[in-house]
Nanobody, 119 residues
Framework: QVQLVESGGGLVQVGGSLRLSCLAS????????MGWYRQAPGEQREMVAT???????KYADSVKGRFIISKDNAKNTMYLQMNSLKPEDTAVYYC?????????????WGQGTQVTVSS
């Protein structure tokens, strides 16, 4: 079982920055592939950025060049640095961890943190 707790959301003006954190417990953090997803009102949840256990990263086209995903295995924490924020970045941001147990994949989610970008 993996527990995930996000923090760092809030209200920011257009062009501002925020850093989200996701603290993980309950598994060997370094072995998990992880990611950030977001869901705006009335929209489906979408991938924002992912990072593998080997530190390979992937970004949605809408955030490339503005967001940076990273993780610190020593602190069991994943981060999302968000720069040049736009109103369309407003959403609830969720941390996700994927655990591979004997070939079966299990996805775990945090409770979400609200990010609001005001114009």
């Amino acid at each position: 079982q993996v527990q995930l707790v996000e923090s760092g959301g809030g209200l920011v003006q257009v062009g501002g920055s925020l850093r989200l954190s996701c603290l993980a417990s309950g598994s060997i953090f370094s072995r998990n592939d992880m990611g950030w997803y977001r869901q705006a009102p009335g929209e489906q949840r979408e991938m924002v950025a992912t990072i593998t256990s080997a530190f390979t990263t992937k970004y949605a086209d809408s955030v490339k060049g503005r967001f940076i995903i990273s993780k610190d295995n020593a602190k069991n924490t994943m981060y999302l640095q968000m720069n040049s924020l736009k109103p369309e970045d407003t959403a609830v941001y969720y941390c996700q961890a994927r655990q591979n147990v004997l070939g079966k994949l299990y996805d775990y989610w945090g409770q979400g943190t609200q990010v609001t970008v005001s114009s």
